[in-house]
């Protein structure tokens, strides 16, 4: 018979909602939420669920996948890539990624909706909103003592950190002096506006009835189209070495840094961009950061899951296909778990199937970014060499087989158990 586990995710976002989702299915899991925001749920952006994370959320159950329709996702049937940097730009395809099977590439869905649905199970008594960790006692071999700094505490056998970018959690599994305890700024910076109905490109091969992405490639320059229902995402990213206006998430840009990096652009494209993303003279601008390579995950009786593990740039739309996968295989293994002992083994097979695996997509987004933004060193801007290496680098994460791995993962916990 299996004992009570209690286990605390600390984070209330993409990671931590379907983590919980998912461990609610297990009745002997104690399962408890603590978001450090006022309030559970993300406002604003859409995210892209891909192929490997709409086979994962499958994989985890009927109603995790529900969640997903629920909310309102749109599927993605292809993408198109172009290279924009000269007159003729609009002409130059790179490549179409499409589905030829019937099954989308991805699906596009609203965080917040998202989030709504992954929480919705959950007893009121099991989510605490406005709870920032301050530290952590014990779990050498007892259970955990969380301190938050509203003085209040929480006592679980198991902690897992799915709080973001900047963890807590990661610094307490890694120690805070580890050069991978926090993030590194990755190169680029992106404005972005919302556009309900109609045309905002322009002449080109845009058809904004369409679903799919639209990405142009430039140099030090990349421009993003993308549809969920009527309403359009236009996202211009420029890459500089340096962070603009601020070491930390967001900084502020002028219009005149904008219009310098479109300034040879297409004619309908560098209109669009100055008409959309250059209407005041300062814009906010998000500064991409990703994880470093670590050498764990975990750390006895805590783990970090999500971009508190594997926070990546967004070139090739893995973040939230990574977080489920990870829900997939820490929740099966937690779930087959019968006590702390065992549940502290599934989180070390959690690490050595996962890491690798993540690890790997973090880096090759940051090589993609380069090549997306002209600085790839074998391809420019050429665009027969586009062509030839863009695409092939999704098949490794779209063409996961989920159910392999889970299923590795399994036989590598029992045997691990076995002695």
């Known amino acids: 018979m299996s004992e009570s586990i209690?286990?605390?995710?600390?984070?209330?976002?993409?990671?931590?909602?379907?983590?919980?989702?998912?461990?609610?299915?297990?009745?002997?899991?104690?399962?408890?939420?603590?978001?450090?925001?006022a309030e559970f749920g993300e406002v604003g952006a859409r995210i892209r669920v891909g192929r490997n994370g709409l086979?994962?959320?499958?994989?985890?159950?009927?109603?995790?996948?529900?969640?997903?329709?629920?909310?309102?996702?749109?599927?993605?049937?292809?993408?198109?890539?172009?290279?924009?940097?000269?007159?003729?730009?609009?002409?130059?395809?790179?490549?179409?990624?499409?589905?030829?099977?019937?099954?989308?590439?991805?699906?596009?869905?609203?965080r917040s909706e998202f989030l709504r649905e992954l929480l919705a199970k959950a007893k009121t008594e099991r989510m605490h909103a406005f709870k920032k960790l301050d530290y952590v006692e014990g779990g050498e071999s007892g259970p955990l003592t969380l301190h938050f700094k509203d003085k209040s505490t929480h006592e679980c056998d198991i902690l897992i950190g799915a709080d973001g970018i900047h963890s807590t959690v990661r610094k307490i599994v890694l120690g805070p002096d580890d050069p991978a305890a926090n993030p590194r700024y990755a190169g680029w910076w992106t404005v972005m506006?919302?556009?309900?109905?109609?045309?905002?490109?322009?002449?080109?091969?845009?058809?904004?009835?369409?679903?799919?992405?639209y990405i142009w490639v430039g140099n030090d320059t990349y421009l993003l189209h993308s549809v969920l229902g009527r309403s359009r995402l236009v996202q211009a990213i420029i890459y500089e070495e340096e962070c603009q206006g601020s070491d930390g998430l967001y900084?502020?840009?002028?219009?005149?840094?904008?219009?310098?990096?479109?300034?040879?652009?297409?004619?309908?494209?560098n209109k669009a961009v100055n008409e959309l993303l250059c209407y005041r003279p300062q814009q906010p601008a998000k500064n991409f950061w990703d994880q470093p390579p670590t050498r764990?995950?975990?750390?006895?009786?805590?783990?970090?899951?999500?971009?508190?593990?594997?926070?990546?740039?967004?070139?090739?739309g893995a973040g939230c296909d990574m977080s489920i996968e990870d829900t997939l295989v820490l929740s099966t293994l937690l779930g087959r778990s019968k006590n702390t002992a065992q549940a502290v083994v599934a989180l070390r097979v959690y690490d050595q199937v996962r890491r690798p695996r993540t690890q790997r997509i973090v880096e090759s987004s940051r090589e993609t970014g380069m090549i997306l933004t002209g600085r790839g060193g074998e391809t420019g801007l050429d665009l027969a060499k586009l062509k030839e290496k863009l695409l092939p680098r999704w098949a490794f994460i779209v063409d996961f087989d989920n159910a392999k791995a889970l299923d590795e993962a399994v036989q590598l916990m029992d045997e691990e158990l076995a002695g």
């Open 296 to 316: 764990t995950y975990v750390s006895g009786r805590i783990c970090v899951v999500g971009d508190a593990a594997h926070a990546t740039t967004p070139w090739q």
């Open 55 to 110: 086979a994962a959320l499958k994989l985890i159950g009927d109603s995790a996948a529900q969640c997903l329709e629920r909310a309102g996702a749109k599927p993605q049937m292809d993408a198109c890539f172009m290279l924009a940097q000269d007159e003729e730009g609009q002409d130059n395809v790179i490549d179409e990624a499409r589905a030829e099977d019937g099954q989308p590439l991805a699906s596009i869905v609203y």
């Open 193 to 213: 506006t919302y556009i309900d109905g109609g045309s905002i490109i322009g002449e080109g091969p845009v058809d904004i009835e369409d679903s799919r992405e």
């Open 251 to 269: 900084g502020m840009v002028c219009v005149e840094d904008i219009e310098f990096f479109y300034r040879g652009w297409p004619p309908h494209l």
């Open 6 to 37: 209690r286990i605390a995710i600390l984070g209330g976002g993409l990671a931590g909602a379907s983590l919980l989702h998912a461990l609610l299915d297990y009745p002997h899991l104690d399962v408890h939420i603590f978001e450090s925001a």
